[in-house]
């Protein structure tokens, strides 16, 4: 297959100034200013191919929409190269633009005061799109995304689900072959998420674009993505498939049961937790491996009335696998794992 998206060694650095307390203070920083530099994006090297959909995930902070605006050319990079589509996206290339698309889930890209019916035939005009052809695929995107009805509406009087259905048509009206796509259902209710959700899924698996997707709702990763990326201060700390990545976690249960009798004092259960005196209910996330054992030991204390165990939740296991990064990170994190 052929290559969509390439870097190598990309990285991307801040500059800040810290400025000190105090009007004294602040006057004398004019001439000596303390600068730092923040590394949001560590050296990366990364391959995508046509077709590809890529799921980032990752905590605030960790370099996602850095990646993203880097790749689209929004912002330079202070390292490395990176090439879409054949193009260098720093350059802005006219026709490179007319092949990309990035939405971002916080930034309208559509004009406030106008009905979205409005600026997509502006949007005809800027990407040189005949209208009949733009409002074709107007109808078609808008049926889909069962937002037809608030195309002649303007913008800022649409809730939040309707504006990002709007986004959506957008970024997608040109038929672009990469697109970019940071937290497009974040803030949505459960109801537009789906709606949403559903659209992106049949809308790639018909025209195969390359996408990037960032979402801090791990459904539409699991959902959506062939591929996942987890980027950690900077770096990608892990790249693979979302089934890879869930077998080479470690395999987690949630275990909830009701007791018959409460015991009259704190009693320890392996290793594992401490069922508190005159508990009657217990629920606690352990490794799958130990829940036998664990069951065993709660039979022996009393008997049972009723079991449930679970499977954790994706999400779940992507938050444990970042906060597990994070401590091996932290200064003596990676000795104190040693210990």
Known sequence: MT???????????????????????????????????????????????????????????????????VLSGLIHPSAGTAEVLGYKPTSRDPEFLRRISILLGQKNQLWWDLPPADSYDLLARIYEIELPTARERVRELSQLLQCTEQLHIQLRRLSLGERMKMEIIGALLHQPDVLFLDEPTIGLDIIAQTTIR??????????????????????DISLLADRLLLMSQGRIVYDGTVNEFAGRSESRQTLSLKILQPPTRDV???????????????????????????????????????????????????????EKDARLRAPGGAAAARV
């Open 3 to 69: 290559a969509n998206i390439e870097t190598l060694n990309l990285t991307r650095t801040y500059e800040t100034y810290k400025k000190p307390e105090g009007l004294l203070k602040s006057v004398q920083g004019l001439w000596a200013r303390k600068i730092e530099k923040k590394i949001a994006l560590h050296p990366t090297t990364l391959r995508i191919d046509s077709g590809q959909i890529v799921g980032l995930v990752g905590s605030n902070g960790a370099g996602k929409t850095t990646l993203l605006k």
């Open 198 to 219: 559903n659209f992106l899924m049949k809308y790639v698996k018909e025209r195969r674009p390359t996408v990037i997707l960032t979402s801090h709702y791990m459904d």
């Open 268 to 322: 320890q259960i392996l290793d594992h937790f401490v069922v508190a005196a005159g508990s009657l209910a217990i629920k606690e996330e352990l490794p799958a491996s130990a829940i036998g054992d664990v069951l065993q030991a709660l039979m022996a204390m009393s008997a049972v009335q009723e079991i449930k165990i679970e499977e954790v939740e994706f999400e779940d296991v992507i938050r444990s696998f970042m």
